[in-house]
């Protein structure tokens, strides 16, 4: 297929209408939860404290977007988050790159490996805090614990899922290490490696607010505790939302980065 067969296909009126359809199916699912929950309230009776209605926590986010410390907070945590991100994925591909290669030394060390991801990281981030404080720092390492074990699972994984004929190649044509990783390792790895950031992204928002939980003065999860202990629940639910956003806007970016970096694939 061309590139103007790809143009073309992308402006079929069939494309249009699939897409059409997507949004109002969007549309409707959302229209229906909003609708059960202000349901929800008006047969139980609740009260704004145990579940605002829609209406309460729209009011809410306006009013915070407007003082700007919604954004302030969106910003604090989302830069823990691509930070500890950063930090877990460049350990974890390196190591699990290494491992790969070693079974001895994957055997040697699969047992500290585990041991770590047996300690829920909740208990684990007070020490971190104590140890590094309660700023940046503490709350990227948190990030980066959480992330690293399933992308250095997927590393490993996908550089193993080398075929054996083709490694066998790459020898025959007296390819040096460097050759190989970027000619047969690298591709042959990368949907594995993709697959684990994908987990990842996720991941790391739910460490950065287990870091803002256990001691912070800034970042969404401090402001569910501020919320929490007023009484805010509304304040709680959009702090939720904006954390729902930083997590499916992370995890389209890697889909979207998958999509390029594998389209040779298809």
């Given at each position: 297929m061309t590139l103007s067969d790809l143009l073309n296909s992308n402006h079929h009126p069939r494309a249009h209408k699939h897409r059409g359809t997507r949004v109002i199916i969007a549309f409707l699912s959302l229209a229906s939860v909003v609708l059960l929950w202000q349901m929800l309230i008006w047969v139980n009776q609740l009260p704004p404290y145990i579940l605002p209605s829609p209406l309460r926590v729209w009011t809410q986010f306006v009013i915070v977007l407007n003082?700007?410390?919604?954004?302030?907070?969106?910003?604090i945590t989302l830069g823990e988050t691509l930070g500890g991100l950063a930090l877990g994925l460049s350990i974890a591909a390196v190591l699990g790159y290494v491992l790969a290669h070693s079974p001895v030394l994957e055997k040697f060390l699969e047992p500290y490996i585990v041991a770590s991801q047996s300690v829920p990281i909740v208990a684990i981030a007070p020490l971190l805090i104590i140890w590094f404080?309660?700023?940046l720092t503490s709350k990227v390492l948190i990030c980066a614990l959480i992330v690293f074990f399933p992308a250095l699972i997927n590393t490993i994984v996908g550089v193993r899922s080398v075929e054996q004929d083709l490694s066998d190649l790459m020898r025959s044509l007296r390819a040096d290490r460097w050759q190989t990783f970027i000619h047969l390792e690298l591709p042959s790895a990368l949907p594995m490696v993709l697959s684990g950031i994908k987990i990842g992204a996720t991941l790391a928002v739910i460490g950065a607010v287990i870091g803002e939980f256990v001691s912070?003065?800034?970042?969404?999860?401090?402001?569910?505790?501020?919320?929490?202990?007023?009484?805010?629940?509304?304040?709680?639910?959009?702090?939720?939302?904006a954390l729902v956003i930083i997590a499916i806007a992370l995890y389209g970016t890697v889909a979207m980065l998958e999509k390029i970096l594998l389209k040779w694939k298809q």
């Open positions: 003082d700007g410390s919604l954004l302030r907070h969106t910003l404080g309660s700023g912070a003065d800034r970042g969404l999860g401090f402001l569910i505790t501020s919320a929490r202990n007023n009484f805010d629940t509304a304040l709680v639910f959009v702090a939720i939302f």
